[in-house]
């Protein structure tokens, strides 16, 4: 008897995960004096005109050779705690700067990417931190990773700081 919805087990494969967010390039970010960077925003209030596309789930550094022991269709399964490569956005918005030109000032806009905009991703991307939830799966006394799981802390679609979930798993092994 299965405890909650069986879902795929979600292999390391590389694929990309769901990405979150929208873009609005024309979207003035602030008006500002001429010198200096401009300020920055969390991302909940960022993606709402800032775009994470989908990304490759690649992780962070080496996986531990523990990881080859526990298999997913030949594939070393993710598990609770798994980091990925960071979650940059290449989407940009506007930033006027108010520079002076004669006896006045002339509005002078520039664009600038989201990363360097928002607060968690500091101009490389946020990060991305598996966060299964699995309960009755374990690899290692870890919960395994499977599709819809947050990519951040807090539940699917609404985790922080990364609002991405795992879009893609095996289509033979299921767990709940």
């Not at 299965?2 to 929208?22: K, M, Q």
């Amino acid at each position: 008897m299965a405890y909650g919805f069986l879902l795929p087990v979600a292999p390391i494969t590389g694929l990309p995960c769901s990405g979150h967010g929208i873009c609005i390039p024309s979207t003035v970010h602030c008006v500002m004096g001429c010198a200096g960077p401009p300020p920055m925003y969390p991302i909940k209030i960022k993606q709402w005109t800032c775009w994470w596309p989908p990304l490759a789930l690649i992780p962070f550094g080496p996986l531990h050779p523990l990881k080859a022991t526990v298999l997913t269709n030949f594939l070393p399964t993710m598990t609770f705690g798994d980091r990925f490569i960071n979650h940059p956005s290449p989407c940009t918005n506007i930033v006027i700067h108010m520079c002076p030109c004669g006896k006045s000032v002339c509005p002078k806009p520039v664009p600038y990417p989201c990363s360097m905009l928002t607060i968690e991703d500091g101009g490389i991307g946020h990060t991305r931190l598996l966060i299964a939830q699995s309960k009755t799966v374990f690899c290692y006394k870890l919960p395994i990773g499977r599709i819809l799981d947050p990519l951040g802390i807090g539940f699917p679609g609404f985790s922080w700081p990364c609002s991405s979930v795992v879009a893609y798993g095996s289509p033979n092994v299921l767990s709940s």
